[in-house]
């Protein structure tokens, strides 16, 4: 690949700027099937954990598994309306989110330096996921602007192609090409590398946790443009991203 001109950074935030092998992602996982029966009255935690395996598996952000889900009728009858707002309060009150660690101050501290736009782009809830760039320290870097959540691509999430383009018609229509997409699921790599992005692959320590077993890391997949292992290796393999004017050109390294 030849160096090429980039503009823009645009991060997943679970399992990307965190390693999965934190457990914070299993962790999350489990409050779901809580929320199922406090909230939504499903009769054991059994049962929501069925339908939300199957729905998420298909959709790939529990606020939209459980809109469709509760649409298509496995919802109890009784229950109320699945609102993105509430699951967002459910997690960003009841997650314990020290488990993700003291505050990046290395990455931030690279980050404020790159000449680039920075994105957060999530399939999770607003709140949620600010709550979880809070506790990295790593909120200011996007702000409220530069946040994009589930919330604000409903009725889709990435992978979906309307997804990731109204994130950049939001963000001034910059060319999908001068785009980085960073990101630990390979769904959401081959929708950036469909619309042209470049694309960078988190693979994780471990493979513990994560939700989506089909859709675990792979390196050698066509769609994946340079892989390392975590975040904090990111300027360490993209050096040039730190340049006055920003470009990519994976350092290559052997394994
Ligand atoms: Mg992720």
Same mark, same amino acid.
């Given at each position: 690949?030849?160096?090429?001109?980039?503009? #823009?950074?645009?991060?997943? $935030?679970?399992? *990307?700027?965190?390693?999965?092998? #934190?457990?914070? *992602?299993?962790?999350?996982?489990?409050?779901?099937?809580?929320?199922? $029966?406090?909230?939504?009255?499903?009769?054991?935690?059994?049962e929501?954990?069925?339908?939300?395996?199957?729905?998420?598996?298909?959709?790939?952000?529990?606020?939209?598994?459980?809109k469709?889900?509760q649409?298509e009728?496995?919802? &109890?009858? %009784?229950?109320?309306?699945?609102?993105?707002?509430?699951? /967002? #309060?459910?997690?960003? +009150?009841?997650?314990?989110?020290?488990?993700?660690?003291?505050?990046? #101050?290395?990455? =931030?501290?690279?980050l404020?330096?790159?000449?680039?736009?920075l994105?957060?782009?999530?399939?999770? &809830? =607003?709140?949620? $996921?600010?709550?979880?760039?809070e506790?990295?320290?790593?909120?200011?870097?996007?702000?409220?602007?530069r946040?994009?959540?589930?919330?604000?691509?409903?009725?889709?999430?990435?992978?979906?192609?309307? /997804?990731?383009?109204?994130i950049?018609?939001?963000?001034?229509?910059? =060319?999908? @090409?001068?785009?980085?997409m960073?990101?630990? !699921?390979?769904?959401?790599?081959?929708?950036?590398?469909?619309?042209?992005?470049? *694309?960078?692959?988190?693979?994780?320590?471990? +493979?513990?946790? =994560?939700?989506?077993? %089909? %859709?675990?890391?792979?390196?050698?997949?066509?769609?994946?443009?340079? !892989?390392?292992?975590?975040?904090e @290796?990111?300027?360490?393999?993209?050096?040039?991203?730190?340049?006055a !004017?920003p470009?990519?050109?994976?350092? $290559?390294? %052997?394994?």
């Amino acid at each position: 690949m030849t160096p090429s001109p980039v503009t #823009t950074l645009i991060f997943d $935030v679970d399992d *990307t700027l965190y390693d999965v092998g #934190t457990g914070f *992602t299993a962790h999350r996982n489990k409050a779901a099937p809580k929320l199922m $029966v406090e909230k939504y009255k499903f009769p054991s935690e059994e049962e929501a954990q069925k339908v939300k395996a199957e729905y998420f598996s298909k959709y790939h952000a529990i606020a939209k598994a459980l809109k469709m889900a509760q649409l298509e009728g496995k919802f &109890p009858e %009784d229950a109320p309306e699945v609102k993105t707002e509430d699951i /967002a #309060t459910f997690w960003a +009150e009841g997650l314990d989110f020290s488990m993700l660690g003291p505050p990046k #101050t290395e990455l =931030r501290e690279q980050l404020s330096k790159c000449n680039c736009t920075l994105v957060a782009f999530s399939n999770g &809830p =607003r709140k949620y $996921v600010k709550r979880a760039l809070e506790t990295m320290g790593l909120f200011d870097l996007f702000g409220e602007e530069r946040l994009y959540a589930v919330d604000d691509v409903m009725p889709h999430c990435k992978p979906e192609k309307e /997804a990731f383009e109204k994130i950049l018609k939001n963000i001034g229509n910059p =060319r999908p @090409e001068t785009c980085v997409m960073v990101e630990d !699921s390979m769904k959401n790599i081959r929708g950036a590398k469909a619309l042209g992005m470049k *694309t960078v692959l988190i693979r994780g320590s471990s +493979e513990n946790g =994560r939700i989506l077993k %089909d %859709d675990k890391p792979n390196s050698e997949d066509p769609a994946v443009d340079c !892989s390392m292992a975590s975040i904090e @290796e990111f300027f360490t393999m993209l050096p040039g991203l730190l340049d006055a !004017s920003p470009f990519f050109d994976p350092v $290559v390294v %052997d394994k």
